[in-house]
Nanobody, 125 residues
């Protein structure tokens, strides 16, 4: 069974930084495309970033140049470094496997039905 445990969220002022972590188990992590998604209050969950097994990364336009996704295959962990945070980045952040879906609203969509508890990121103005 896939298990995903996110951590690293918190309260930060606009312009600040946070580093999120997601520890994964129950999957072949080293060959899995991993992604970060987020859900703000009253909104649908949306795609943030993805990283494939080779290290290639892709980002939603609204985080390009500010967020960096990375992975450590030895630790089965994926990270999201978030810099220059904005109040509109406030959301619960989740990781999941990611499936490439060209032609859809987002280039990557969640790859499994398993979700962790997420980690809350709150950015104050």
């Amino acid at each position: 069974q896939v298990q995903l445990v996110e951590s690293g969220g918190g309260l930060v002022q606009a312009g600040g930084s946070l580093r999120l972590s997601c520890a994964a188990s129950g999957l072949t992590f080293s060959t899995s495309t991993m992604g970060w998604f987020r859900q703000a209050p009253g909104k649908e969950r949306e795609y943030v970033a993805a990283i494939i097994w080779s290290g290639y990364t892709q980002y939603a336009d609204f985080v390009k140049g500010r967020f960096t996704i990375s992975r450590d295959n030895k630790k089965n962990t994926v990270y999201l470094q978030m810099n220059s945070l904005k109040p509109e980045d406030t959301a619960v952040y989740y990781c999941n496997t990611a499936r490439y879906t060209p032609g859809s609203a987002y280039p990557y969509t969640p790859g499994s039905a398993y979700w962790g508890q997420g980690t809350q990121v709150t950015v104050s103005s």
